[in-house]
């Protein structure tokens, strides 16, 4: 295995000290030590001579895997950013540096937190690292390699270590008190590994990390005059979209500022702690509950060093899942495709070839170029048969006009009880969880009314907040149910804390599918749960109020009666030729 040299950071290094560098790669230090005399000596000569400091990554079968001229924040190397371990492992590679001191350091019982900067112990902390061991350089110092003299360059040696759980002060790492290097040397490396990774998984139970399991970690932003406590019911609502996806959530995190960061969406400060926390709990994943710009999204993966989502970006996910008809399918891919355009273009249209002219030729297509080609003529042909959908839809409600049917479309926020009442309302087996978006594909029923009228009811995919606007546009045909519905049954989940906030939702849902003047019928689902001075606020607050239990069957008698009354005032005629 040859390591890598990266020399971005120096200018005017001599081609001696360029070949010493390169002849460092080459050296192997034994599997149970921190460090060697040997090794420190060369590191802390190199760093004198050049006047940089060096970072060198070590793994842990001691091979010298990549040298940077630099701080650990300035390695760039896949191995410690690509690869995710769960939180009863460390990820295997270790970062020795130099760092070049104005006075010498001299080796006391203790350590100052100073002596380590806090870049660096984040850079141990996000990247998960075995440890980090600092060579303190004395600029001052004359060197020798005679038998028996130490380097006089490497004055002590400061090393610390991440540990399971944050300490008193809220500190995710130890430092060790500081040391010479030959005291460093006699150190058991692997003893230390086993013992601090046991550790590790002893404290794990909590955060089991099963096969192929996404592990979340939440992030909102409270603007300026924004409630708090609003953003916390935002976040609770993400926290169960997350579990709908199959994702366990860890923790959350939250900031107050004026606006998003135009780079990171979060303060740069924020971003660090962001880092840290995914490490400590072993996460594999950030959603953050607004829409991202693409490049907000790839800046703040680039931090933490795992996949970033928005809430778009989730639900669209949890749509993905749910859908299992071909037009249901057809319709997300179409929604996932819009969202994703744009964020494959990066840098915007400038890159591309297409257009002709000066600084636009080339020898063809890109690979981006053809990325975007593919996608816009797939959404186009997913256009197309969107419109044939719709197309087809439209007959199938003018079949339903010809045998003079009332039409009464069931709609509402997610897991309001929808789904659950069109099984008690006409005996069906539509698939039921207390889940969000459970249902997604729109299911046709037939009911008896208590005249002995027959009634079409349509169950409606279920509304949000934040509803994403390509799955406004792609799942337009199905919603247009609930436009060209002659009643509309807006389900509400009478027990949820949030109950106005969600049918503002659904309001403005309707409002944007033009469909706020159709008769509307309000029912109050899962009423045993609420209690009754509550129950009584909200019905004074909601228009033609039904009380119901969807799950117990309770009042939905009073409610086919209710769907009977507004029959009989919009569309007699249909009402009258359907019984």
């Not at 996460?283 to 991202?292: F, G, K, R, S």
């Not at 996932?336 to 840098?347: A, D, T």
Request: charged share 25%; hydrophobic share 40%.
């Amino acid at each position: 295995m040859h390591g890598k040299l990266d020399l971005a950071k120096a200018k005017g290094l001599k081609k001696s000290e360029i070949k010493q560098l390169n002849r460092l790669l080459q050296q192997r230090i034994p599997m149970d030590k921190i460090v060697t005399i040997d090794l420190a000596d060369s590191v802390a000569e190199l760093s004198h001579t050049t006047g940089y400091p060096l970072s060198v990554v070590v793994n842990r079968r001691g091979q010298v895997v990549n040298i940077t001229v630099g701080q650990p924040s300035d390695v760039n190397m896949p191995e410690l950013r690509g690869v995710r371990v769960g939180p009863g492992r460390l990820c295997g590679h270790r970062i020795i540096h130099t760092h070049i001191v104005k006075k010498p350091t001299i080796a006391v019982a203790g350590v100052d937190a100073s002596i380590i900067s806090m870049e660096n112990l984040q850079v141990l902390a996000r990247n998960r690292l075995d440890l980090l061991a600092q060579i303190e350089v004395d600029p001052g110092g004359t060197f020798s390699r005679s038998r028996g003299e130490h380097s006089k360059f490497a004055d002590a040696v400061n090393i610390a270590h991440l540990m399971p759980g944050r300490d008193s002060e809220g500190k995710l790492w130890k430092l060790l008190p500081s040391s010479t290097v030959r005291t460093a040397q006699e150190d058991n490396f692997e003893d230390l590994m086993d013992s601090l990774e046991a550790e590790f998984r002893k404290q794990a139970p909590g955060l089991p990390v099963a096969e192929g399991e996404e592990r979340a970690i939440l992030v909102g932003l409270v603007i300026d005059g924004t409630d708090a406590f609003q953003i916390e019911d935002e976040l609770d609502e993400l926290a169960q979209l997350a579990r709908s996806a199959g994702a366990t959530v860890c923790e959350r995190l939250m900031q107050t500022r004026k606006m998003p960061d135009p780079k990171y969406f979060l303060g740069a400060g924020k971003v660090q702690e962001l880092a840290l926390i995914v490490q400590e709990f072993g996460a594999n994943l950030v959603i953050v509950d607004q829409e991202l710009s693409a490049n907000q999204q790839k800046t703040l993966e680039d931090v933490v060093g795992v996949k970033v989502i928005d809430r778009t970006e989730l639900i669209l996910d949890i749509f993905a899942q749910r859908a299992q008809t071909r037009e249901g399918k057809l319709q997300v891919e179409l929604a996932q495709l819009q969202y994703l355009y744009p964020r494959l273009v990066g840098k915007g249209l400038s890159l591309s070839r297409l257009g002709g002219g000066i600084a636009t030729r080339g020898p063809g297509e890109t690979k981006l170029e053809i990325d975007r080609r593919r996608i816009r003529d797939r959404i186009n042909f997913l256009e197309k048969e969107a419109d044939r959908i719709k197309t087809h839809r439209d007959t199938q409600r003018r079949h339903r006009t010809d045998e003079n049917l009332p039409v009464v479309a069931i709609a509402g926020y997610t897991n309001a009880g929808k789904s659950t009442l069109l099984n008690a309302l006409t005996k069906s087996n539509v698939n039921v969880e207390n889940k969000l978006f459970a249902t997604l594909d729109p299911t046709t029923r037939r009911t008896v009314l208590p005249d002995y009228s027959t009634v079409l009811l349509v169950d409606t995919v279920g509304f949000i907040k934040k509803l994403p606007t390509p799955l406004v546009a792609a799942f337009r045909a199905t919603l247009e149910e609930v436009k060209v519905a002659d009643v509309l049954l807006h389900v509400i989940d009478a027990s949820h804390p949030n109950v106005m906030d969600h049918i503002a939702s659904v309001y403005d849902v309707l409002s944007e599918l033009d469909a706020i003047d159709r008769p509307i019928i309000t029912v109050l689902n899962k009423a045993e749960m609420v209690r009754s001075e509550d129950l009584t606020w909200i019905i004074a607050q909601v228009p033609s109020p039904v009380i119901i239990s969807a799950s117990k069957r309770l009042g939905l008698g009073g409610l086919l009666s209710r769907i009977q009354e507004i029959i009989q005032e919009v569309c007699p005629q249909r009402q009258k030729n359907s019984a």
